[in-house]
């Protein structure tokens, strides 16, 4: 096998980082859908074009917090994530 750590290289972090990315938008659905029921096409739409990690934490947080779908959808329009309120 391999005698280096490819977590170490540029392409295993940026390997990584995919996963890591992936893996948040998918709990963020996975976590809306649990909450509110199924997951609108325009919500699920703004998170994938998400690639931010700061902006998919904040949502996170946000969508625990929030007592309504609304309320989460709101903090989307204001983030510019999509344009549906």
């Given at each position: 096998?391999?005698?280096?750590d490819l977590s170490k290289t540029r392409a295993g972090k940026e390997l990584i980082?995919?996963?890591?990315?992936?893996?948040?938008?998918?709990?963020?659905?996975?976590?809306?859908?649990?909450?509110?029921?199924?997951?609108?096409?325009?919500?699920?739409?703004?998170?994938?074009?998400?690639?931010?990690?700061?902006?998919?934490?904040?949502?996170?947080?946000?969508?625990?917090?929030?007592?309504?779908?609304?309320?989460?959808?709101?903090f989307l329009k204001n983030t510019g994530s999509t344009g549906k309120a």
């Open positions: 096998m391999l005698n280096f980082g995919i996963g890591m990315e992936k893996g948040m938008k998918k709990m963020l659905l996975l976590a809306f859908e649990q909450k509110w029921g199924p997951v609108p096409g325009h919500i699920d739409e703004a998170v994938r074009r998400i690639s931010a990690d700061d902006i998919l934490r904040d949502m996170f947080g946000t969508l625990l917090q929030s007592g309504t779908q609304q309320e989460f959808e709101l």
